[in-house]
């Protein structure tokens, strides 16, 4: 499953890009209005391919909450 967030303002999906600073900057932006969120620096973490990513994904998430 592929998960697209929308626009809280107008409903339009949102862009993720990330701000090359070290640690990397998560932004989410609006491709229709203005909206846009700018998180915090957030730690990168490599891991290697697997076939079933979306479980390691989920793993990931429960880990960091
Ligand atoms: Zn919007």
Do not use: H
């Amino acid at each position: 499953m592929i998960i697209i967030e929308t626009c809280p303002e107008c409903g339009a999906d949102l862009e993720y890009l990330t701000i090359a600073t070290y640690p990397p900057i998560p932004v989410k932006r609006c491709t229709r209005c203005s909206w846009r969120w700018e998180g915090k620096r957030e730690a990168i973490i490599r891991i290697p391919f697997k076939e079933d990513v979306i479980e390691i994904n989920q793993d990931i998430t429960t880990d960091n909450e």
